[in-house]
Each structure stands twice: as C-alpha cells, then as structure tokens.
C-alpha cells in the first residue's frame, strides 16, 4: 500500500495576478532576502524557511503580491528573510492585520508565520476569529512547545508535568491541542506537518496555498536549544512508520512499519487494530478531509501518543465563501443601490457642532 503522505497532488497552481502583468520564473533565491539568517544553528525553523521560499515560486503570482505577517517570537523573525513585503507586529496580533489587509487587497497571497506561544496565549483571541471568519489567509504556526525567544518558558502547549524555568516542579496546565482548538472555531483547511519532512511540509503547504479561505497547518518544529528532541518519537527514521499516520483522502488509516496497523471505530472510539489478529484494511476508517462534519477530523485531532499514531496531512479541507469576497461583495451591492459616498459630505453631514 502507498505511503504516499498527501493524497491528491499538487494540482494547478494558483491563478495569476489577473493584472495582465506577465509573471517571472521565479527560483527558491528569488524569496530569500539579503538578511542574514539569525535563529540558533540546527533550528527547525530553517526548514521551515526553505520550504516555503521553494514553495512561492511555484504559485504563479508576482513577487510584490506575496506579504508575509508575523506576531512576536522566534517564528516571528520571518518576514525580514522573505523577499516580499511583510509585517512585524505585535504579539499575538498578527491574524488581526493579516484580516484587515486581505479584506482591504483581496489580491494580495496573505501568509501568517506564529508560535505556539504567540498564536495559543495573547493571540488566542485574534486566532479563532481569523479562523471561524474564513479569512483567505494561510497561517503557518511553529508548535515547538516551548518559548524560545524568551529563554525556556513553558507554553500553552507544553505538556503536563513540563519542567522549564518558569515551571520548576512541572506544569500543571492541560496543554491546547492546536487541532482541535482549529476544529472548534470552525476552520475550513487544517493540515500537520513535521519541519525535517521536507517534501511532505511543501505539499502541504501546496495545498494551503490552493484553499480559498482560512488554511491553518501546525508544524511540529524542534528547539534544540530549550525542548531539543520534543518529536523524536516521529522524526528518528526508526520510529517514524510505527509512530506516523499519514492521511490520504480516501484510503483507509493504515500505518506500522510493515503497513500491518490501522485505526477502527468500536463504537465511538477509535482503536488500533493489528492486520495479524484477523483484521484488514477494510475493517479500517477510510479517511475523509471533505466531509463537511468536523467529527472526522476531531476525533483524528484526538489520536494522541502513545496509545495512537500521529496524524500528519490534511485533516480537513472544505468549500466556504471566504470573508473577504463577502465584505466586498456587501459593498459594491451598496454602491450599486446609493452610489459612490463622498467621504466630505460624510463628515460634514448630518448633525455637526463647531466648538468654539
């Protein structure tokens, strides 16, 4: 059986500006600033960056239409080593102007680089309404379950009994699952990738880049430095296809490393059967990023370790009008109805007082 780890391909790529302007053929150092590249050596996050360079160039739009967003935080250091325009904002504000700005420049690809720490705690607010608003932008959020940029604080994903500077005898908080946190606010495309999988990271980013409205992909992306070896239960080439559920859209959930595994219901719990005792890929849940339920993809939300496998690829991906073709529609049927406001009749219009 494929392994293959996202079904469908990558497809055509995103239409052009539809300016008329002739778009270039771009490479991977068309996307890479001049500034010199400053995270710790060995940071996932440089995966990260070169994946998305090489993925920019494939998506058919000239390079002045790309911006990249970003809040406070390691991940947050983004935008200055993309070669587009881009925006360092505030913490945890970084869906709030990605909102504004794609609804104001419906044309623009809008891309969100996050943390776990700065999407999950002050931005939490400002994450789930980009998200149930279906905002056309792709949020890429670095889950490393930690705070690196200020120096080893645990983080809203951080594990329970979490041992870090600020929690010396463990954590006690149930930690967010960014999924299922995705999921609940209504996300129309939500994915998981892994930083060293480079070629499944950039389909799935292929796929985000493809889907009309809000795409959020959570990237499990190592610290070296502060939680080093957080993943290595997924990453070490001799865990991965016992600990890895790749899903693929219309194929049962099978995984092992002799693909001898799969994921049933009993009832309305998933579990893990093995094809020796008697059981098949047929008696397997056969996997449905489409389904306009979230169940599907809440209950792959809920497949944790180290009773489940990790689910990685599109966990879903629905049709919904985007909010920014909404708000713009809702404004030119206002001007068809009353025509062109004049912004000076505005505001001398109606009842005014000059104070003296």
Known sequence: M??????????????????????????????????????????????????????????????????????????SRFPYYMNTFGFHTIHGR????????KTSRPDLEVWVATGDGDSMSIGGNHLIHVLRRNVGVKILMFNNRIYGLTKGQYSPTSEVGKRTKSTPMGSLDNPFNPLALALGAGATFVARTVDILVPHMKEVLHRAA??????????????NIFNDHAFTYITDKENRQANVLYLEHGKPLV?????????????????????????????????????QSPTLAFLASQLLPPHFPTPLGVIRSIDAPPYEELVNQQVEAQIERLGRGDLGELLAGGETWEVG
């Open 2 to 75: 494929s392994t293959d780890p996202i079904g469908g391909g990558m497809g055509s790529p995103v239409p052009s500006n539809g300016d008329g302007l002739e778009v270039p053929k771009y490479n991977l150092k068309d996307f890479s600033s001049d500034q010199e590249v400053r995270w710790c050596p060995g940071c996932g996050d440089y995966a990260i960056l070169k994946a998305v360079q090489g993925v920019f160039p494939d998506l058919g739009l000239r390079k002045e239409k790309f911006v990249v967003i970003s809040g406070i935080g390691c991940s």
């Open 94 to 101: 970084a869906p709030a102007l990605a909102t504004g700005l």
């Open 255 to 291: 995984f092992g490393d002799d693909q001898d595994r799969g994921i049933r219901l009993n009832g309305l719990e998933p579990e893990v059967i093995r094809f020796e005792d008697g059981y098949g890929p047929e008696d397997c849940v056969v996997w449905d990023e489409k389904a």
């Open 210 to 223: 493809q889907h009309k409205g809000t795409a959020f992909i959570e990237i499990y992306q190592n610290c």
